[in-house]
Nanobody, 123 residues
Framework: QVQLVESGGGLVQVGGSLRLSCAASGRTFSNYIMGWFRQAPGKEREFLAAVTWSHGTDYADSVKGRFTISRDNAKNTVYLQMTSLKPEDTAVYFC?????????????????WGQGTQVTVSS
């Protein structure tokens, strides 16, 4: 079993930056594609970004140019660097892990999830 724990959320002002971390433990970390999602009240969970073991990346159009996903395989940690934050970025952010042969962009494509961390962008 894979355990995922997010951290780094908090309250930031419009235009600010924040870095989220996801620490993984359990089964071999490098076998999994890691992804970040977010969910705002009343909305579906939204795909943001994914990264492979070899550091290939995929981004949702809504965050391209502002968010950067990366992973440190030696530390079993995935990061989401967020810049130019907007009020619409306010949500609970989730880290996820999945075993897949293609780019996973749906909730059902992931097998393990963290508990989520709240990001609030104030105006």
């Amino acid at each position: 079993q894979v355990q995922l724990v997010e951290s780094g959320g908090g309250l930031v002002q419009v235009g600010g930056s924040l870095r989220l971390s996801c620490a993984a433990s359990g089964r071999t970390f490098s076998n999994y594609i890691m992804g970040w999602f977010r969910q705002a009240p009343g909305k579906e969970r939204e795909f943001l970004a994914a990264v492979t073991w070899s550091h290939g990346t995929d981004y949702a159009d809504s965050v391209k140019g502002r968010f950067t996903i990366s992973r440190d395989n030696a530390k079993n940690t995935v990061y989401l660097q967020m810049t130019s934050l907007k009020p619409e970025d306010t949500a609970v952010y989730f880290c996820a892990a999945g075993l897949t042969t293609a780019w996973p962009t749906g909730v059902k494509d992931y097998d393990y999830w963290g508990q989520g961390t709240q990001v609030t962008v104030s105006s």
